[in-house]
């Protein structure tokens, strides 16, 4: 009786269970209009975390690595019509069985946009998988502030 007992919480812990934090995470994503696929495991040139709105910023931010060696492919970065939209970049990680959820939300009274991952860890999993969000927004204008939360 003791082994099966014993089996079932280790069976539990592998396969994990709904956390609170599953429980809790927004159903949407809020603000967010869509979201840009740049690979992370390129030579590509990144921040953990970065508000831009104009082609200067999205070209100082995210670029090519020109100083490893065995860099040598293209990288174009995906189209953004700046006219419409800001990019937020914001950085997750979760254990291999986790899930991310990236949330944003406008408070126009105090001038201020807030990114959310919601990063929702199950299971004994002890490897970490990371995930660059690229996220297209509505223009955030230069005098807002914006606030980066990680929620777990």
């Known amino acids: 009786m003791k082994q ?20 809790h995470k927004p159903k949407d994503e809020g603000e967010i209009t869509g979201k840009l696929n740049i690979d992370i495991f390129t030579c590509i040139q990144y921040p953990n975390q970065c508000v831009i709105r104009n082609d200067s910023e999205y070209a100082a931010n995210i670029y090519m690595d020109s100083i490893r060696s065995d860099c040598k492919q293209a990288f174009v970065r995906p189209a953004v019509d700046f ?4 990019l937020l970049v914001f950085m997750g990680s ?21 990114f959310e991952m919601w990063e ?10 990371r995930r660059l969000f690229v996220v297209t ?16």
């Open 4 to 23: 099966l007992l014993l089996l079932t919480l280790i069976l539990a812990g592998l396969q994990g269970c709904k956390t609170d934090c599953e429980r």
């Open 83 to 86: 006219s419409q939209n800001s």
């Open 94 to 114: 979760v254990g291999c069985k986790g899930s991310m959820t990236p949330n944003v939300t406008r408070d126009n009274t105090n001038k201020k946009v807030t």
């Open 120 to 129: 929702c860890n199950k299971g004994l999993c002890k490897s970490e998988w």
């Open 137 to 152: 927004v509505p223009p955030i204008p230069a005098d807002y502030t914006v606030e980066f939360v990680k929620k777990k």
